[in-house]
């Protein structure tokens, strides 16, 4: 069963910040929050992870809340390239493995 | 790029006749997986390896085999292909660890079985 809620689509504008949320209210203390990215035909693409803080890198900055219940990643500057289904998933403590939801489709309109 | 070559790309086969597709690794992960994505389904988990030797079931392991006899390479084998395996396969790489460790995707193998 998916431990995340994420809408199933959206759209953003070019050029401004994409703000994707994420809900994982049953989320344990010791289990991370990750980012992924699948464009049409290729593998999915890691973006970022968080256990409690904050976390930017070059793609984009991860917010998790105080309760940890929610996060949101977010994308800068938006471009067309950031067109993608994007996958919000909650890592089981002592799993190396990733359960993927159906995510969110989000479009990137000029 | 994440080292992860799969191939073949493309694979169109019959039913019944064995198909084994390969993983290729250069970055000496101990981890490696094998999902497949469906529509309505998303990416599920077939089989993963923890080490040379070492591989374990996932959600959808029935009618897959995997061998791994080296670090690098992780092979995914259906014995006798259905045509419910039609699919996307995807191979994955990561150091491992209890959850501060990415999962890093190839690019993906296309799999029609007629």
């Known amino acids: 069963d998916a431990k995340t809620t994420q809408p199933t689509s959206m759209d953003c504008a070019e050029g401004r910040a994409a703000n994707l949320p994420c809900n994982h209210s049953?989320?344990?203390?010791?289990?991370?929050v990750y980012w992924y990215r699948q464009i049409h035909s290729q593998g999915p693409q890691y973006i970022i992870h968080?256990?409690?803080n904050n976390e930017t890198n070059e793609m984009a900055s991860l917010i998790i809340t105080e309760d940890r219940k929610s996060s949101t990643l977010i994308l800068p500057h938006a471009t067309l390239r950031d067109t993608a289904v994007y996958y919000c998933?909650?890592?089981?403590?002592?799993?190396?493995?990733?359960?993927f939801g159906k995510g969110n489709q989000v479009v990137v309109i000029p | 790029d994440a080292g992860i070559t799969q191939s073949p790309r493309h694979k169109v086969t019959e039913t019944g006749t064995p198909v084994t597709l390969r993983c290729h690794q250069t970055?000496?992960?101990?981890?490696m997986y094998w999902y497949r994505q469906d529509p309505g389904h998303g990416l599920r988990l077939i089989h993963y390896?923890?080490?040379?030797?070492?591989?374990d079931k996932g959600e959808v392991s029935d009618g897959y085999s995997v061998s791994r006899s080296k670090t690098e390479d992780f092979l995914l084998t259906l014995e006798s292909a259905t045509s419910s395996q039609t699919s996307v396969y995807f191979c994955?790489?990561?150091?491992?660890?209890?959850?501060?460790?990415?999962?890093?995707f190839g690019n993906g193998t296309r799999l029609t079985v007629t």
């Open positions: 049953t989320i344990s203390g010791n289990e991370y």
């Open positions: 968080g256990l409690k």
């Open positions: 998933i909650v890592r089981p403590y002592g799993n190396n493995r990733l359960a």
């Open positions: 994955a790489i990561s150091l491992g660890g209890q959850g501060d460790s990415p999962l890093h």
């Open positions: 390896s923890y080490g040379v030797k070492d591989t």
């Open positions: 970055e000496n992960h101990r981890y």
